[in-house]
């Protein structure tokens, strides 16, 4: 049984192919919300912000961007975890005005909201701004594995909400994001564009 998950809001990214950088054995068609990775649309036009409050907001971005391959992803984080994310963003210096992801994770806000279609949990870590991702960073894909035996499946993402969990933690406590990440979540992602589609027609 999966535990609350709050909203931190929605993105629009593309899939990637796995670069030379990142662990062998990734699969083709990676989804994920840092733009470590993957090219993201972004929600405003100083382009700062690749956050946005609503599925239909991205869905029209989406739509705007005119690029093929681009998907909505609806990213919640689960409530137990939200106070640690909050204070690892206040360390980082992020401000918490109004619409931003802290504000948003602050509102908690239940997600999925709409649900859309669960693809699954993607370890991630906040940076001056940023989430990276545990596929960002060389060599964590391989280390969870043989600490933990978590390995990401289809899209490049863990399947079992249980397991995602106890390799964020595993990797938290090993410090091997260390110094860009030092507190890793396991952000549960949806596809909610095909959804929103269907309820705006």
């Known amino acids: 049984m999966e535990p609350d998950y709050v909203l931190a809001g929605y993105r629009v990214a593309a899939r990637a192919n796995r670069h030379d950088w990142q662990d062998a054995g990734l699969p ?5 919300l ?10 405003d036009p100083i382009g700062w912000d690749d956050w946005f409050d609503g599925p239909q907001e991205a869905e029209i971005a989406r739509e ?24 690892d963003i206040a360390d980082g210096g ?3 005005s109004a619409g ?22 993607e370890l991630v870590g906040f940076d001056s ?22 390995q990401p499946g289809i899209w490049g993402l863990i399947q079992d ?8 933690q595993w990797l938290t406590d090993s410090n091997l994001g260390d110094p860009k990440v030092f507190l890793w979540a ?4 949806t596809d909610v564009a095909r959804e929103t589609r269907t309820r705006s027609e």
């Not at 931003?100 to 949990?121: C, I, K, M, T, V």
């Open 161 to 168: 909400e249980q397991d995602a969990r106890r390799a964020a």
């Open 94 to 96: 992020w401000d918490a």
């Open 34 to 43: 840092s733009d470590c990775v993957v090219d993201l649309v972004s929600s």
């Open 100 to 121: 931003s992801l802290p504000e948003r994770l602050a509102w908690r806000e239940r997600f999925p909201n709409p649900g859309g279609r669960r693809l699954g949990f």
């Open 64 to 87: 705007r961007a005119g690029k093929p391959g681009l998907h909505v992803l609806g990213v919640g984080f689960a409530t137990a975890d939200v106070p640690g994310l909050l204070a």
């Open 129 to 150: 701004g940023c989430r990276h991702t545990w596929t960002c960073l060389g060599g964590l894909v391989s280390n969870v594995y043989r600490a933990t035996g978590v």
């Open 28 to 32: 083709a068609g990676l989804v994920s």
């Open 186 to 189: 396991a952000a549960l992602l």
